[in-house]
């Protein structure tokens, strides 16, 4: 039997060798050796034995990891709110620029483009506890009323979130933006005609018609969101008492800073149940698009 | 009425940009703020009352930021060029050629771009580790295509699928061979999604935290996201100056090419996210 059929399919292998090293070896070995190692007690420098789901169990039984599943959740779900909120508001607002609206746009895509590792350094020293920037515009509306940003959990989580919403914020609007300008103006002409007020063109012609981009966008972001590093570890560095670890970092102390490869290997397999889910939807809705076309 | 709307309009987009452009301003003007001055609370800190680049004298004299900033020159230009090859034939190979097994390796590769970098770095570090590359950025320019390839491959493929067949046709008749077709024929149309791709991955691989901080611990080999974390942030000293002055440079060409590219960039990802 031949290995390829003809001089196409064999170039074609040719051509995709690479990505299927990159794919296979890089990704999915990686993946499944993680899955194996999740099942033994193996730590930095020592192979260790099969001890089946006992990492599992184990976490489950920790109030920390419970309270870092919680975190994620949290963390997740109001930041993807605030970012869906005001990446709309934001993409409402750069339909109708005319003026300056390349320059506007471009600005605003600023916080999306710079790598999160840079500017979360900024926004770390914006919430020093002594020169907080912000506490100094608090105190100068006139209250003397001072945020501990980083000092207590629940703030802490508030900073995060809010870094988390301005980088994510640009990628929602620019997106909403794409599906805004793609809608038939003909149809805002009809309801008009029809006497159809603002909101209600909003609600029964805009949202309808963007629905499509925002689901992805939506899935996409829970992706990147959920799985968060960067801000966390250069902010807060999970703390203050665990308020702010969330499932990666926490498998970076678990895995690499205490060296329990094994157990950081079992936090991060907890993400894979929620990623199936969304890439479930997400997949379903992409062949969708390409059978409509 | 109408006056009045506009200016409402004009008033939110300049708190937009207040919104968004604070952080910038505030590494900018931290970074040429003479130190006594930034921790001056009877200062208004949104101004300067003096300049200094002492900050900048510092961080290049006292710290290893233009190694860092060299080691990560080098790690993204690598990785990128690496990630565009391989992308590239890869993506020209699942939208053009008809091969069986073609499907099912587009899946795959959709599937592979859908799973976060931060989940994988514990098994890779230990390939790393099986290939002998422990503390080499060697192993941050075979690693960060791992992230970038999936998403460039799916970005180049719904690209050439927009190329009208009937151009490389022609050449092939003329007899030219697949991969001068491939490089003078296809690679000058799809200028737009390489420029894309080249610019995604440049920026990604040059932010990228968690891999370069688990692979990578020696000062020497440091790149700069991890070299500002981990040796300019430390303890109760002063030295906001000098970290706001690297996040600054760090950030600066990313906001260069950005600029010259936005519409390029901004048409491809959207294109990318949401066309497939």
Redesign the interface.
Known sequence: MKLFRNEEERTAYFYLLPAIIVVFGFIGYPFVYSIYLSFTNAGIGKSGSFIGILNYLNLLKSSTFRQVLFNSLVFTIIAISIKMFFGMIFALIMQHLRRAGKLVKTLIMLPWVVPTSLSAIAWWWMYNPNYSIFNWIINKLGTDYRVHWLSLPKTAMLSVIIVNSWIGIPFFAISILSGLISIDIELYEAADSEGAKGYQKFIYITLPLIKPVLAVVLLFSTLMTISEFNIIYIITNGGPLFGTTLLSLYAYQQGISNGVISRGAAISIFIFPLLFIVSYFQLRMVRKGISKR | MKKFNSLI?IF??IL??V???F??Y??LI?SVKPKAD??D?KLN??LLYGFTNEHYRYLFEETNFLIWYKNSLIVATSSTIITL???Y??G???SR????G?SL?G??????Y??????????????VSILNLGNNIAALI??Y??FL??FC?WMLMSYFSTIPYELEECAFIDGAS?LRVLFNIVFPVCKPAIITVTLFSF??S?????YA??MVPSTMNKT??VG??SEL?RGDVFF?GP??A??LL??IP??LI??FF??L???G??KG????
């Open positions: 309009k939110i987009v937009i940009l919104w968004t452009l952080p910038f505030w590494m931290t930034i921790y609370q800190p949104l090859i391989v992308s034939f890869a020209y190979s699942l050629l008809k091969f069986r073609s390796l899946l795959l590769i959709f599937i592979a859908l799973i976060p970098p931060t989940l994988l770095f514990i098994p890779l570090a230990k390939v075979l690693t295509p791992t390839v999936p491959t697949r920026t990604l040059w932010g990228e935290m968690i901080l688990v700069l996201p500002i974390r942030i906001h970290l706001m690297a996040a760090s950030v990313v906001i950005f600029s936005t519409d960039y901004i048409s990802l959207t996210a949401v066309k497939y």
